[in-house]
């Protein structure tokens, strides 16, 4: 893994989050995106090296929906950079971590991304992210 990536935050409100975290980070987001598979909207800003994605479920089907359903607004995952991420999820495979999804798939921010499951990572969800070819 070669850095974290992004800090995904869950929020009921896209449009008002947004404009607290442009106050807390004394500048707006940089993009706004729509991941259909995913039934979310995201948006994201830069901190240093690193992101901030802001996401808001678009159906009460959406993972997001459920986690907010459950939880209150706040950390829903860390992503971490990787060059190679079918080699990664094969290595944390040997090493006992499960995976939500076996294969990557398109998200956000033109990444390849897996999610290893919060029940295998002491309950945190750690997505892996790949550039997008």
């Known amino acids: 893994m070669k850095k974290i990536e992004h800090i995904g935050i869950a929020v009921k409100n896209l449009n008002a989050a947004n404009e607290t975290f442009k106050k ?24 240093g090296e690193s992101k901030i994605e802001l996401l808001e479920a678009q159906s009460q089907e959406s993972a997001i929906a459920k986690y907010l359903n459950k939880n209150r607004e706040g950390i829903h995952h860390i992503a971490f950079a990787v060059d190679d991420i079918e080699a990664e999820i094969s290595r ?14 398109k998200g956000a921010d033109n990444k390849l991304v897996a999610f290893i499951h919060p029940k295998s990572a002491n309950g945190l ?6 550039e997008a070819g």
């Open 92 to 105: 944390l495979k040997k090493e006992g971590f499960s995976f939500i999804s076996d294969q990557p798939k």
């Open 125 to 130: 969800l750690v997505e892996l992210c790949q």
């Open 24 to 47: 807390l980070f004394g500048e707006a987001h940089y993009k706004v995106e729509t991941v259909d598979s995913e039934q979310v909207s995201t948006s994201f800003f830069k901190v």
